[in-house]
């Protein structure tokens, strides 16, 4: 056992891992497949199996027919308004902006979300932990753009505008999202609620995809090579199936605010693998970055409460999902990499 650490600091250091090593999954599926199709056939896949596990430990049949319609927002914001204008965005500004925009903007928009529906109380400590945190990306990030290209740029009057703000949105659209899934979380078994999400924000994204995304409709097929394949596998596991269900977790047991400060550490590990792996180079101006990071998620995470989510799901069982529990004390972002520093973005 470690010492002076609980299980939901284990649980958050596991998602950081987690989501720190799917951009490589997402750049070997996305080389091959249409970003939007990629995305949501992962996403439906996913909600699919989840559900099917739930369905078997028959947690499904208590369903309550009035949660449907937040369980449809919830879908919609964290998954397909997420992702959608994430990847559009992303093709008419470059990767460190769009690294620093959505990155730092996601723990500002849980913390905000949060407070505006009373789910979380402001504190000084949070406050410098995203401030540092923010600042720490913005060192990491942003030296990134002066070595990439505009992918696409002004394509039409004001891209890179319209680009920016579509990135931004995708912060605030999955932040909303989060922090409205929590009082689900409190009714629902935290698997249960990531298999409908995924589910119902995977279709939305693969109709999104066919209808508007060049190129969708004749990557049905199925007909990506096995190396997009692998990947496509590799974030349907963890990217999905163990790293989402373990954000739902930690949302509904440390808050929006605190589990959203992964944004800080995901970057950590992405760097090292990128020099592991790629053999990147780590400058002395990213090692600050990292250790200012580091530092803003230490304090959000360390007087994080130790919630078992087993025996919290167990509790939740006892009373059973159609009661009220509301009263009760108790999203890879996948991204385009083409260069080298691209490939340090946060992936979910």
Known sequence: MLTGVNKNQLRFLMLCMIWGSTWIGTKAGIEAVPPLLFAGTRFTAAGILLLLYTLAKSETARFKVQDGIRFVVVSILMITLCYGPLFWGMQYIDSGTAAVLEMSLTPIALLVFALLLNEETLDGRRILAIALGVCGLVVLFWPASAYVS???????????????????????????????????????????????????????????????????????????????????????????????????????????????????????????????????????????????????????????????????????????????????????????????????????
């Open 150 to 348: 505009l992918p696409a740029a002004e394509a039409f009057p004001g891209a890179s505008l319209w680009g920016g703000l579509a990135v931004a949105s995708a912060a605030f659209t999955y932040g909303y999202g989060s922090v409205l899934a929590r009082p689900l979380l409190r009714t629902y078994p935290a698997l249960f609620v990531s298999g409908v999400t995924t589910l119902v924000g995977g279709i939305a994204l693969l109709i999104a995809a066919v209808a508007f995304e060049p190129g969708a409709v004749s990557a049905l097929s199925g007909d990506w090579g096995t190396v997009a394949w692998l990947g496509w596998f590799f974030l349907v596991i963890f990217g999905s199936l163990i790293g989402y269900t373990t954000f739902m977790r930690l949302l509904r047991d440390i808050g929006a605010s605190r589990a959203g400060s992964y944004a800080f550490v995901s970057p950590v590990i992405a760097v090292a693998l990128g020099a592991a792996v790629f053999a990147e180079q780590i400058t002395a101006l990213d090692v600050i970055g990292i250790f200012v990071m580091l530092s803003g998620a230490y304090l959000a995470m360390s007087g994080a409460p130790a919630t078992d989510a087993t025996a919290l799901e167990s509790e939740a069982d006892r009373k059973r999902p159609h009661e009220d529990l509301d009263n009760d004390p108790k999203c890879e972002i996948p991204r385009i990499h083409q260069t080298k520093p691209a490939m340090r973005g946060r992936l979910r």
